[in-house]
C-alpha cells in the first residue's frame, strides 16, 4: 500500500501516520525523505491520535470551483497533542469567526474529495 493511501486510511480512522526518525527521534509528516533535524534517511511509521487545538483558520465563503456545496467551511491548522506537528484539513459549519476560535479541541475525523476531515470535540 502506498504511503498517501496509508495516510487516507488512517485518517479515516481518526489518526495520522507520521514517521519517526530512527537516528534522532524528531517526528515529521509521512512525506518526509530526509529528517529535517539531523538529515538522515531511516524512518520508522508511528501513528498519532488525530486530537489537538485549531492553531489558525481561514473561512472560505467564496468556494473554487467543484467545492461550491461545501460552502461555508474552514480551512484549518491544527496543532497536534503530544508532538510538535501541524496538518491541515477541512471543517464544515464554519461562517464566522465566531465558530471558530482559536484554542479550540478538534480531531481528524476522515478524508474524502476535500482531503482531511477536522471536526470540533
Same mark, same amino acid.
Not at 487516507?8 to 529528517?35: P, V
Given at each position: 500500500?502506498?504511503? %498517501?493511501?496509508?495516510?487516507?486510511? +488512517?485518517?479515516?480512522?481518526?489518526?495520522?501516520?507520521?514517521? $519517526?526518525?530512527? $537516528?534522532?527521534?524528531?517526528?515529521?509528516?509521512?512525506?518526509?525523505?530526509?529528517?529535517?533535524?539531523?538529515?538522515?534517511?531511516?524512518? %520508522?511509521?508511528?501513528?498519532?491520535?488525530?486530537?489537538?487545538?485549531?492553531?489558525?483558520?481561514?473561512?472560505?465563503?467564496? /468556494?473554487? /470551483?467543484?467545492?461550491? $456545496?461545501?460552502?461555508?467551511?474552514?480551512?484549518?491548522?491544527?496543532?497536534?497533542? +503530544? /508532538?510538535?506537528?501541524?496538518?491541515?484539513?477541512?471543517?464544515?459549519?464554519?461562517?464566522?469567526?465566531? *465558530?471558530?476560535?482559536?484554542?479550540?479541541?478538534?480531531?481528524?475525523?476522515?478524508? *474524502? %474529495?476535500?482531503?482531511?476531515?477536522?471536526? $470540533?470535540?
Amino acid at each position: 500500500m502506498s504511503v %498517501e493511501a496509508q495516510v487516507i486510511e +488512517n485518517a479515516k480512522k481518526g489518526k495520522l501516520l507520521t514517521h $519517526k526518525c530512527t $537516528k534522532c527521534g524528531y517526528l515529521h509528516l509521512s512525506t518526509a525523505y530526509y529528517c529535517l533535524k539531523c538529515g538522515s534517511k531511516g524512518f %520508522e511509521d508511528v501513528l498519532l491520535d488525530g486530537t489537538g487545538t485549531i492553531a489558525t483558520y481561514t473561512i472560505i465563503t467564496v /468556494a473554487p /470551483a467543484g467545492f461550491e $456545496k461545501y460552502t461555508p467551511y474552514a480551512f484549518v491548522v491544527l496543532q497536534l497533542d +503530544n /508532538a510538535q506537528l501541524r496538518i491541515s484539513g477541512f471543517m464544515a459549519g464554519i461562517a464566522t469567526p465566531a *465558530d471558530l476560535p482559536v484554542g479550540t479541541r478538534a480531531k481528524i475525523t476522515g478524508f *474524502d %474529495e476535500r482531503g482531511i476531515i477536522i471536526e $470540533k470535540q
